[in-house]
């Protein structure tokens, strides 16, 4: 097997298949042995590991990881990809799977390929255009994931692990930490890639754990997204709207925010989890 985390490995085999890369899969691959080291081991990988990998192009991770997990199951949606990677690659480990990630249910393709229900490790360099609906599938799917490594966009990287108070804060920080420690492995630089991407991106580590707060998941998330809705509001105006809706008065909203020990005048920005979750809870007694 070629060396094939290499630019002229890379532009080779396009040019000998005839492949005119798509823009619209976000396809910009990675052509550096270094940062492929580096996802794959944040990823711990050991012999009995499943992996879900999320867009494979022409393997440079899929390969590496066939030689340090158990079982890789490759989602591509772009066929010739996953033909052109069906023929070089040479692991019996490895199944490619021709189908959009986004769509596609991941436990009934996993259980098709033998997995039998125990951890799983998500890794993929994410194309661009799914990062944020993807990450969300993962988190919500209720899949048994030991651990999300995914190369995104620097400044998604940025609002992942964002803490309150920051400009990068928001619905997306939340959520991540919701369901999972997050923490940035390495800052990755555009010239890595082949065609080179627009921006820079980061490699950001998941760790799945039970959610870190009280308050019922659907309920917690509605308050969250009418606070950011408009970030220059004050959280009480924020929620005025949410209030109403659940037929709530601004007696109530106060009384809540009271409750919370949450100031009116604050900006959504400035809470943290606990106080959403304190909030949401305060706001529910009063339905
Ligand atoms: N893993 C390769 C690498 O690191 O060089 C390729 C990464 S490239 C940024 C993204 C890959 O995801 C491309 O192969 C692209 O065709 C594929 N892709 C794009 N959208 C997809 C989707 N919805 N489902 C599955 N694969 C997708």
Redesign the pocket.
């Known amino acids: 097997m070629p060396k094939i985390s290499t630019p002229s490995y890379v532009k080779g085999i396009l040019r000998e298949k005839g492949y005119a890369i798509k823009k619209r ?6 052509v550096d042995q270094n940062y492929v080291d580096r996802i794959v081991a944040a990823a711990d990988l050991s012999p009995t590991d499943w992996v879900l990998e ?5 393997g ?2 899929t390969h590496e990881m066939a030689v340090q997990a158990g079982q890789v199951v490759a ?4 066929r010739e ?1 996953a033909g052109i990677l069906q023929e070089t690659l040479e692991a019996p480990n490895v199944h490619i799977v021709e189908c ?3 769509q596609v249910d991941w436990r009934e393709v996993l259980q098709g390929r033998g997995w039998r229900g125990g951890a799983v490790k998500l890794v993929a ?3 661009y255009y ?1 990062t944020t609906p993807l990450i969300m599938k993962a988190l919500e799917s209720g899949l048994p994931f030991e651990a999300l490594v995914v190369m995104v966009q620097r400044e998604v990287a940025d609002r992942m692990v964002a803490d309150p108070g920051s400009k990068d804060y928001g619905v997306l920080s939340l959520a991540v930490q919701y369901y999972s420690q997050a923490e940035i492995v390495t800052r990755v630089p555009r010239s890595v890639f082949y065609p080179p991407p627009e921006v820079d991106s980061a490699v950001v580590k998941l760790v799945p754990r039970p959610p870190a707060v009280t308050a019922p998941q659907d309920e917690l998330f509605q308050v969250i997204r009418a606070a950011f809705q408009q970030r220059r509001k004050t959280i009480r105006n924020s929620l005025k709207a949410l209030a109403d809706a659940w037929e709530l008065s601004g007696d109530d909203l106060d009384a809540a925010l009271h409750e919370a020990e949450i100031g009116a005048e604050l900006r959504g920005e400035r809470l943290s989890l606990n106080d959403f979750s304190r909030l949401t809870e305060a706001l529910i007694k009063r339905c």
Request: glycine share 12%; proline share 8%.
């Open positions: 899969f976000g396809q910009n691959f990675l999320i867009g494979p192009g022409l440079v991770l989602l591509e949606i772009d990809l959009d990630a986004l360099n994410l194309p799914i």
